[in-house]
């Protein structure tokens, strides 16, 4: 029984660290996606391959987090993704690696906002019976 117990406060704690490791890396993707959201530079599959290895390689991520737990965060080789100017299409898949739903979101959430925010720019019309 103790052997139960403790095998599910490992994994709970095992779970913790992997989401705590997930938000870390996540503000880290979402700060850099919006250095370039700013600047108005479209997300390409070069930029997007760029944004994954500038925030693995962030020295704050590396030293919070062990090797094992950075090691989840590595795009599998076998998920080759085209690295071309290209604007960045999943499509309908959800199935992303980290670092690339991350920046995806990120700008996504700016798309959201930009639109929102020219939306609530144009006065409003008032609808009359008789018409314009």
């Given at each position: 029984?103790?052997?139960?117990?403790?095998?599910?406060?490992?994994?709970?704690?095992?779970?913790?660290?992997?989401?705590?490791?997930?938000?870390?890396?996540e503000?880290?993707?979402?700060?850099?996606a919006?250095?370039?959201?700013?600047?108005?530079?479209?997300?390409?599959?070069?930029?997007?391959?760029?944004?994954?290895?500038?925030?693995?390689?962030?020295?704050g991520?590396?030293?919070?987090?062990?090797?094992?737990?950075?090691g989840?965060?590595?795009?599998?080789?076998?998920?080759?993704?085209?690295?071309?100017?290209?604007?960045?299409?999943?499509?309908?898949s959800?199935?992303?690696?980290?670092?690339?739903?991350?920046?995806?979101?990120?700008?996504?959430?700016?798309?959201?906002?930009?639109?929102?925010?020219?939306?609530?720019?144009?006065?409003?019309?008032r609808?009359?019976?008789?018409?314009?």
């Amino acid at each position: 029984m103790n052997d139960l117990t403790t095998d599910q406060a490992e994994h709970a704690l095992a779970a913790l660290r992997y989401q705590t490791a997930a938000r870390d890396l996540e503000h880290i993707v979402r700060n850099i996606a919006a250095r370039y959201i700013v600047q108005q530079v479209p997300l390409s599959w070069r930029l997007l391959h760029a944004i994954e290895a500038e925030a693995l390689a962030d020295l704050g991520f590396a030293s919070r987090h062990d090797a094992i737990m950075l090691g989840l965060f590595q795009r599998p080789s076998e998920l080759p993704y085209p690295e071309s100017d290209e604007t960045v299409d999943f499509g309908t898949s959800t199935a992303l690696p980290a670092v690339f739903a991350f920046a995806v979101s990120a700008y996504e959430e700016a798309a959201r906002r930009t639109a929102q925010s020219s939306s609530e720019d144009t006065p409003l019309k008032r609808a009359r019976a008789w018409g314009d």
